[in-house]
């Protein structure tokens, strides 16, 4: 079993930045496709941003340009970094860890944009 947690969240101002963190546990975190998803009240869970073993990247049209995903194999870790941020950013922000046919969730970590 692969343990996720999510860290970096909180209350952020319009056009602010933050930095979130996953960690997985496990001695194969290189070989995972990681996620980052979002999900706002009422809504249906976003894929946000992946990146791959081989360290390629995708972004939903949403934030490209303004997040970036990135992975440390030697800590674990997975991070994106979220600038220029918007009220609509505002959502749970949950990490998936993908091997094959198997997916390993986190808790989620709040992400609030306002004023």
């Known amino acids: 079993q692969v343990q996720v947690v999510e860290s970096g969240g909180g209350l952020v101002q319009p056009g602010g930045s933050l930095r979130l963190s996953c960690a997985a546990s496990g001695s194969i975190f290189s070989l995972y496709a990681m996620n980052w998803y979002r999900q706002a009240s009422g809504k249906q869970r976003e894929l946000v941003a992946t990146?791959?073993?081989?360290?390629?990247?995708n972004y939903a049209d949403s934030v490209k340009g303004r997040f970036t995903i990135s992975r440390d194999n030697a800590k674990n870790t997975v991070y994106l970094d979220m600038n220029s941020l918007k009220p609509e950013d505002t959502a749970v922000y949950l990490c998936n860890a993908a091997l094959g046919s198997r997916g390993f969730w986190g808790q989620g970590t709040q992400v609030t944009v306002s004023s």
């Open positions: 990146i791959t073993p081989g360290g390629g990247r």
